[in-house]
């Protein structure tokens, strides 16, 4: 672990990239922060966070002392790489408000699902030096899977420096431009089909008796036996699931089935900007 950070310092010191800017600071700004301090390198990122709410800004402060804040936009634009981390809808606003300060040198990293690099670069006055990234949120602690993927204008050594930064969030995998919104409710959204499930689990174990760190162990250990299962055993799914006799919550896997094709197929629709029936 401590050769991959000493390989990526040498790497992050490119004159590329000195500064980071955030537009926005909610829950995505959250948690690449949280990657760089648990990596123990927010201090070479030289970051500034920008928002138009004076609590989201102090809240970030208190969290991560190293930050500039601002609630000027324009400020964070200036940086050599810019996270765009604002929902959908407020998107075309903050393109508006940014696309004449936006240096053509530089890199935005949008990352929200639904605007193209096509339909970004047109909101930006033809900026097109764009990356499209669907974060995940166990960037937070180094171990994210967040699919990228890079307008055309990149060269190689400047993907391979990005890519090199991403890797401090976790892994980055290259993925074609019209795959991200299906990522985005894989990747992006499924830590929550999962999340809810696991600390209820983790509190029924407690009650049994087991430990703290027992049920911590125990889940840590089923859940990632239980993919590997799936992935490895070269089994098929009615086989692997047909491995353990007793299914308490059997009864309910129709209706589950039933919740997950109708919710995701109806969220992946909405992001593709299909109309729903």
């Not at 050599?80 to 606003?93: N, R, S, T, Y």
Request: charged share 25%; net charge neutral.
């Amino acid at each position: 672990m401590e050769k991959k950070n000493v390989h990526i310092r040498e790497k992050s010191n490119h004159n590329l990239f000195n500064t980071i800017g955030f537009i926005g600071g909610g829950r995505i700004t959250r948690i690449i922060l949280g990657g760089f301090k648990n990596s123990g390198r927010i201090n070479e990122c030289n970051c500034t966070v920008s928002d138009k709410q004076p609590e989201v800004l102090e809240n970030l402060k208190k969290q991560y002392k190293e930050i500039t804040i601002t609630d000027d936009n324009k400020q964070s634009a200036l940086s050599d790489i810019v996270f765009l981390a604002v929902h959908p809808p407020a998107i075309e606003e903050v393109a508006n408000e940014v696309k004449y300060c936006l240096p053509q040198d530089k890199i935005l990293i949008s990352l929200a699902p639904r605007f193209t690099i096509a339909r970004l670069s047109g909101l930006l006055n033809g900026f097109n030096k764009i990356v499209r990234m669907i974060p995940n949120a166990p960037s937070i602690i180094n171990s994210g899977y967040n699919p990228v993927h890079f307008s055309s204008v990149f060269t190689q050594t400047e993907k391979k420096e990005l890519l090199e930064i991403f890797s401090i969030l976790g892994e980055s995998p290259e993925v074609e431009e019209e795959k991200l919104e299906a990522y985005a409710v894989l990747t992006a959204m499924g830590p929550t089909y999962f999340w809810f499930q696991l600390y209820e689990l983790h509190c029924i174990a407690k009650s049994f008796g087991l430990s703290e760190k027992e049920s911590e162990e125990g889940i840590i250990k089923t859940v990632c036996g239980a993919v590997k299962t799936i992935y490895k055993s070269g089994l098929s799914p009615s086989s692997v699931m047909d491995l353990i006799p007793v299914k308490p919550l059997g009864h309910q896997e129709e209706n589950i089935r039933n919740i997950y094709n109708d919710c995701l197929k109806t969220v992946f629709k909405k992001l593709k900007g299909e109309k729903q029936c």
